[in-house]
């Protein structure tokens, strides 16, 4: 741990700012629920990411395009009530912020006022700007999302890396550009080439955190049940499972089902 991360202090967008400039990378990493948001809060994880894969990881669902603001609001109010040091940010859902910038200044109010969190995060570039603008204007710290762009899978038609092409990785950066100039904190870059994203960590303001975009960004993100191993289906490329929760709960189960079925559990010390 470092310097920065190593006091017990609630981290904020600031401390964001000052960990790029000490050159300490953060550690982000999503969760959707109080007991995980604990755990991982305790271990020392920078910032909990209430994302809208917790359409996916929590609900089933094929995409982030379905959960809808109350059911964010759900997961974010659990995870900020676990929360003593890590910086909570929340995603603003799909269709939440695309239709008007009063529209979005709206739902990122209600998202903040009625679940705690410390900030929020929307998909997309200069076609954001202004409603960004006026999200950060009524007091809210926002954090931005290029490159794929789940919200917008059925116009990539896919999961795909992003920004191969010059002129796509030029369009990036005039986004990461216009995004960090509205006052953007943090800009995650998920799944595009390294060096696109190493050269936009350098010439933006904002810290970046990278998901599938190389180790030149100021900081990283993971979704938890990937990271941690609740399934081992899926498998790209940019992930690194740093624990085994499948074995370990496939584990524990087997034991509880054989010590339920041959009367083990409970003995006599665990019976009143
Ligand atoms: O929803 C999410 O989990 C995210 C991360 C992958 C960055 O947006």
Known sequence: MGYLTTSKKKITANTFLELKAAGEKIAMMTAYDYTTATIIDQAGIDSLLIGDSASNVMCGNDDTLPITVDEMIYHAKAVAR???????????????YQVSRDEGVRNAIRIVKESGVDAVKLEGGRDIVDTVC????AGIPVVGHLGLTPQSVHVFGGYGLRAKDEAEAERLMADAKALDEAG???????????ALAARVSHEVK???????????????????????????????????????????????????????????????????
């Open 184 to 194: 953007v904190f943090a800009l995650v870059l998920e799944k595009v080439p390294a």
């Open 134 to 137: 006026g999200i950060i204007s």
């Open 82 to 96: 676990a929360t003593r040091h890590a910086l909570v940010v929340c995603d603003m859902p799909f269709g939440s």
């Open 206 to 272: 904002a810290a970046t955190i990278g998901i599938g975009a190389g180790n030149g960004t100021d900081g990283q993100v993971l979704v938890y049940a990937d990271a941690l191993g609740f399934s081992h289906d899926f498998k790209p490329k940019f992930l690194r499972r740093f624990a085994d929760a499948q074995q370990c709960i496939t584990d524990g189960v087997t034991q509880y089902v054989s010590c339920v079925k041959d009367s083990t559990f409970p003995n006599a010390d665990e019976s009143y």
